[in-house]
C-alpha cells in the first residue's frame, strides 16, 4: 500500500509539469488509482472531458511524461 500511494503522489508530481498547458484551456487531469499492476488511472477535468484532442494528449503529453519519469508505471488509462 505504501508503494501505491507512493506512485500516486509520485505520479501526480509528473502531472504538475502538464497541468498548466492543460488549464490553459480549461482543462485538468487527476489521478484515480494506480492498480496492483502498476497501471495509472486518471480522470479528465473540465473542458478535457469532451476534448477531441484528449486522446492525443495522452498519448503525446501524458503517457510520455509519465513513463519517461516513473518507468514502473506500465500503462495509463483514463476513467469517466
Known amino acids: 500500500m505504501?508503494?501505491?500511494?507512493?506512485?500516486?503522489?509520485?505520479?501526480?508530481?509528473v502531472l504538475d509539469e502538464i497541468r498548466p498547458h492543460l488549464a490553459a484551456d480549461?482543462?485538468?487531469?487527476?489521478?484515480?488509482?494506480?492498480?496492483k499492476?502498476?497501471?495509472?488511472?486518471?480522470r479528465w477535468l473540465g473542458?478535457?472531458?469532451d476534448c477531441n484532442m484528449s486522446a492525443m494528449t495522452m498519448k503525446a503529453g501524458i503517457e510520455v511524461a509519465i513513463?519517461?519519469?516513473l518507468p514502473e508505471i506500465t500503462a495509463v488509462r483514463a476513467v469517466k
Do not use: F, S, W, Y
Not at 2 to 13: G, I, M, P, Q, Y
Not at 26 to 35: A, L
Not at 37 to 42: F, H, K, P, S, T
Open 67 to 69: 513513463k519517461g519519469q
Open 37 to 42: 499492476d502498476n497501471e495509472l488511472v486518471i
Open 2 to 13: 505504501a508503494t501505491e500511494l507512493n506512485l500516486v503522489e509520485r505520479a501526480d508530481k
Open 47 to 49: 473542458n478535457c472531458v
Open 26 to 35: 480549461g482543462g485538468n487531469v487527476e489521478v484515480v488509482e494506480v492498480t
